[in-house]
């Protein structure tokens, strides 16, 4: 039987969404005040979702203990209270957008959790705006 189980969490971290080869007035007038050359933060709050078989013997699909521990080490750690463009070195090279943030909570995630899990998060920025990976 499949079922999905879910663990919400939350950080908070800064940035700044501006192409690097693009002028400030580029910038400003496609991400408007996301393109603050001060930077701006959010409290970010990431729902990780796992789908598979629910174990016959433990009755669990996942241990969720086991599942924030993962989060705390590979997500929180690395991401609470920073600066995404200056502090996390995935982003020297990617704008941090919340879509390229999901992507990157993802595949900070995949490699520690088994393949015959389904992994989706949902990574909301603001009470309005959210992403969802994969789609």
Avoid at 73 to 101: C, G, M, W
Avoid at 109 to 126: A, C, D, V
């Amino acid at each position: 039987m499949k079922v999905t189980v879910c663990r919400k969490e939350s950080f908070n971290a800064a940035h700044r969404i501006a192409h690097p080869e693009w002028s400030d007035e580029k910038n400003q007038k496609i991400f408007g005040a996301c393109a603050n050359k001060n930077y701006h933060g959010h409290n970010y709050t990431l729902s990780l979702k796992l789908s598979g078989q629910v174990d016959p013997e433990t009755g669990y699909v996942y241990d969720m203990k086991k599942l924030g521990e993962l989060v705390k080490k590979y997500i929180i750690e690395p991401l609470d209270h920073k600066n995404l463009n200056l502090d996390v070195p995935a982003f020297k090279h990617r704008i941090p957008t919340t879509e390229h943030l999901a992507i990157y909570i993802y595949e900070q995630l995949r490699p520690h959790i088994e393949s015959r899990y389904e992994i989706k998060l949902i990574l909301e920025e603001t009470d309005k705006n959210y992403v969802e990976y994969p789609a």
